[in-house]
């Protein structure tokens, strides 16, 4: 059974059409991206898997249809979400903000602050600081860490990399890709950072104003010339 089977997504902001027709499906312990430019629709896309849009078509998450649940009883259910503009609270501390993503999984918090501490050791290092003082990326570790104490099934991370320098968006691919290894735990990101997204995937999805346009492994998507074209500047 796939942990997420989306079919024939619709999402739609007053009459606007977001996304369109979208069908994507993630296998336990996979790693999707889904990359596409600004305003293609992807945090659209992760908003509509927690129920923070107006969709139409289905989302099901270990087989249970997500579409008439709350996003409290989504997130309850297992997925986390690591949100692009990152609603952190700034004036908390940094152990304060990732305790507010344990709030649903209160018997792991020890277990999983271990994970998130193991994993960015930076923020263990500034566990007092307030995140409003923090870099960007800092504050994106926080975001994923307190995605990570809700103990998701799924995770769902958009832009990891928004505002990285090269040298942190490796170091996040490495944390990323041990997280999966290490727990097989479900990812779906999406990006801008195509290199980022092909080195940590095994399977991408092009979207481009709310429709998917292209499908594939890293490898079959390098070899296509429209996407070469699109996001490499070259045929
Ligand atoms: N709350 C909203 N109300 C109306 N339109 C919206 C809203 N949120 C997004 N949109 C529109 O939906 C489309 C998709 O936006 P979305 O934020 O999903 O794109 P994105 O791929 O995440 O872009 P970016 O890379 O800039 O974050 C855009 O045309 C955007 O203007
Ligand atoms: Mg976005």
């Known amino acids: 059974m796939s942990v997420l089977e989306i079919n024939q997504l619709s999402a739609f902001y007053g009459k606007a059409r977001a996304l369109n027709d979208i069908s994507i499906k993630l296998d336990k312990g996979e790693i999707m991206a889904v990359i596409g430019a600004n305003g293609a629709g992807k945090s659209t896309l992760l908003d509509s898997i927690v129920g923070l849009t107006r969709t139409t078509g289905d989302i099901r998450f270990e087989g249970q249809l997500l579409n008439e649940c709350s996003a409290a009883d989504i997130v309850n259910s297992g997925v986390g979400y690591a949100t692009e503009r990152f609603n952190l609270f700034p004036y ?10 344990a ?18 050791p930076r923020l263990k ?37 928004i505002g990285l320098a090269p040298k942190v968006c490796l170091d996040m691919a490495a944390a990323l890709r041990d997280l999966n290894q290490s727990t097989s735990l479900t990812i779906l990101i999406t990006e801008q950072n195509v290199n980022f997204a092909m080195s940590l995937a095994q399977n991408l999805h092009v979207l481009e104003t709310g429709m998917i346009r292209m499908s594939g492994t890293p490898e079959e998507l390098k070899a296509n010339p429209d996407l070469n074209k699109a996001y490499f500047g070259s045929s």
């Open 92 to 101: 908390m501390s940094v152990y304060d903000n990732l305790m507010v993503g």
């Open 125 to 161: 290092e500034r566990e007092t600081q307030e995140t409003g003082t923090q870099s960007g990326g800092e504050r994106q570790m926080v975001s994923l860490g307190r995605a990570l104490m809700s103990s998701p099934k799924l995770l769902l991370i958009d832009e990891p990399t």
């Open 103 to 120: 709030y649903t999984a209160r018997d792991d918090v020890e277990q999983n602050l271990e994970l998130v501490y193991d994993l960015f």
